[in-house]
């Protein structure tokens, strides 16, 4: 049993390296590899799940000098994150097989795109803070040929803003953990740390190192610049950054900092959750301002989750048992609804060759099943019932309400008109506007499917949100069973 | 303890076998690859011999002829110098293989390929000797030889600019022997004896002996190119052919560092004053910075990477101050010493390969100029995956030998309350990342690259094999620093 972590990250990790070295030409081993993998990766995900419910507990130890090792540990918020990671990386393989068919570098690609899913594997799973070091870095190393894939000089650019971004973040986080682990020894997840041993002034700075370090990932205001700009990068890139491996990379690391390496009551005691409350609702605002004036669909998109992202830091750092399980909860259904969203956009850009919102005028009847896909995806964002995102909503404003801070009702208003601001015109363009003359195809099944499901996904978490398999059950189960104790 | 046995006569072979080699290339002429491949596997298998009684049997003695210090001259192989042995082992395996096509008879003998066999194999001699080796005379011919062999072979093509930059280095290295012959006088005349293990016991921290470790360390300062005295460095490593650069960068420098590091753990821990120690680490913070901002401007790739060199050889000196002197007794004074000895195997293979690398996309455009290497990626996945993988080591980013170096030395750092070396190793990592994307951009740029000299795909594999080597440091790295505390003075029991 210890081994099934490793095994996880093996069925990402064995593909990729194999994939590397693959001729461009075998296009049947690559899929078949890649499928595969995505496929295991499921099944194992799913039997630990069963497995964590019945009680097993998964550890596994690498030691990697003396006193440092690797630990991957499998709790039930990393399950949450683990079982994410395996659904969508299985929808995004379908949709990129079609997406680049035909297109050159394949293998470069599937390569890096395996690896990318192994860091963000391994970062859930993680157990320390140095083994989510070493994923977390390891995320940014293999993200950027995906976003420098189509070699163009937009992307080239992008790229060199994320690693300008994501670099400096990582040294920031090392500092922290250094000068963490220097005085208060080694951070598991699992043991209170005590910090005692350190100041109060060094406690809070620490906190903010922590914070600068996994806010350029999370895309916090005023550290969220790339993310737009990585918006070069092809379609399957982009839904897998914003849905699943960065950015949620960055909002699981507050997660994890918040609780596991500072404790709520030391969160509190610091007095540093109200000034990160305030930052992620600066960056929800921000964030859908800055949406509502992009005319191009992706980059709309991308502010839109600059702007998402920041319910689960606000979530979190309310603290409040509603407000956590709203902030978890949101992991999973920003992650469904938006890959939603940007499986469409990048329909839209293979098949009509449309990337701007006035390009979409019409397109509703001519592209019907992406468009309802897409329109559920909006509608999702805006926070309309019966939808998943409706449900974190109330459920981050009833958080608002318990931790004394009813001004979040206010944010998530605001937030919610923006959304609403921001989508409704596209909706309105798609389906009441006259259809333009020509008749695109959206008829390939590889890019249809995976979108419908997740377009279901989001639809469904949020109908179901009452039984205990949802997401929201799974997020309740982990605030009742890890935080609230 | 008297040789005779297996393991004493692998001592004397990685030694003796390039040397022999060197004057049997000499011979043998057009022959001079195949004699290198013999020696590269002899030394190889004498290395893995001499590991495997190490990691059994502790620290492995040698007094040649039998006679003991002060009369005689003793070689010692402890974990960390069968750990170097090992780096120059794996590292010029690969540079023959590689030389062995740039050199190629084939097509006709030039000088170039003549020459390189005889000095490539010397300079190996004299590096095994300065890991081994436990007397400060000794290890001064070892110094020298190894300074022979470096110089000729900047010199090796014969072309105009890298003449100008092997006499620069030349007179460079002069300097330098000069200084540390001084010192070694000064400490014979006061103390009779060369030895290491005699001198730690009859070395005073008292002005006479300080004055020759201050020669010592100011001569091997100049031959590890120590800020301000690195000036020859940059134009002497990226002038040489590809090959004899990976073999300059990453393991040359190497050989003095190594002296300099026995003289202040072995030789005079008890000389190490907290402003001398100071001292080495300000000036290597200061080539850290100084190394990676020059990088930041050159044009040319091998001169990105030499003054990479520069600046990882930095690094380096910040273990003084940390593990040195009063830090001896510390708890962090094992990480320290651990990272900085991984800091130096990182270096040298995540280096060699990137020499590689740069030597195959010279053979592949026939220039080094930045803009000239757009669109290699496409072209050459192999070597450019391999670079990117060295970058990732010399970055200093997990997992790599790197990143373990990285870890150990700023937690060190932090536990000892000298957090200035802590930022000195964060702003050399950022500057790091700067100099080397500029390379990973042009690679990956999106262009149709001109007329191409096919490069084979087993030239390519060689620096990703290297490059791999160095992550893999960093993967499993607990083996390595179990080994490398073998024989350590006053080894502390456990680390931070």
Known sequence: MAALPILILATALVPAAITFFLPQAAHGVRNGLNLGGATAKVALVVWMLVEVAAGAAFETRIPLAPGLFLLLRVDALALLFLALSAALWLLTTVYAIAYFRGKPDQSRFFGFFGLCVAATTGIAMSGTLISFFVFFEMLTLATWPLVVHKQDRASLDAGRLYLGCALPAGAALLVAIIWLESAAGPVAFTEATDLDALAPWAQRAIFALFVAGLGVKAALVPLHGWLPAAMAAPAPVSALLHAVAVVKAGAFGIVRVVFDVFGIDRVAALGVGLPLAALASVTIVWGSLRALQQREIKKRLAFSTVSQVSYIVLGVALIGPAAVTGGLVHLIHQGVTKITLFFCAGIYDERAGVKRIEGLDGLGPRMPVTSACFSLGALGMIGLPPMAGFVSKVYLGLGGLQSGAPWVLGVLAVSSLLNAAYFLPLLYRLWALPPAAAQPDEQVWGLLAPTVVTAAAALLSGVVAAWAISPLGLASLIVERDYLR | MIPGDGAGGALMATVALPLAGSLLAVVLGRHGAQVAGGVALGVGAAVAVLAAQVAGGGVLRVDLGGWAPPLGIALMADGLAVAFLGLGAVVMAAVVAQAAALFSTRGGESRAGYGFWPLVMVLWAALNLTFLSRDLFNLYVALELLTLGAVALVAIGGQAGPLAAALRYMVFALMGSLLYLLGAVLLYAAHGTLDIDLLAIRAQPAPPDLVAAGLITAGLAVKTALFPFHAWLPPAHAGAPAPASAVLSALVPKGSFFILWRLWFEAMPDLAAPPVLTLLAGLGGAAVIYGSALALMQGRLKMIVAYSTVAQLGYLFL????????????????????????????????????????????????????????????????????????????????????????????????????????????????LAAGYLYRPMAALFADAAPGPLTPVPRRLQALPLLLAGLAIGLGVASDAPITFLAIGRPDAAAEGL
């Open chain 2, 319 to 430: 273990v003084f101050p940390l593990a040195g002197g009063a830090g001896a007794a510390q708890p962090w004074e094992a990480s320290a010493w651990t990272g900085t000895a991984f800091q130096a195997l990182s270096h040298g293979l995540a280096k060699a390969a990137m020499f590689l690398a740069a030597g195959l996309f010279v053979m592949a455009v026939g220039h080094d100029r930045l803009e000239g290497l757009r669109g290699l990626a496409r072209t050459m996945p192999m070597a450019v995956f391999g670079f990117g993988l060295a970058a990732v080591a010399l970055l200093g980013l997990p997992p790599s030998g790197g990143f373990t170096a990285k870890y150990l030395v700023m937690t060190a750092a932090f536990a000892s309350g000298q957090v200035v070396w802590a930022g000195v190793l964060v702003v050399g990592g950022l």
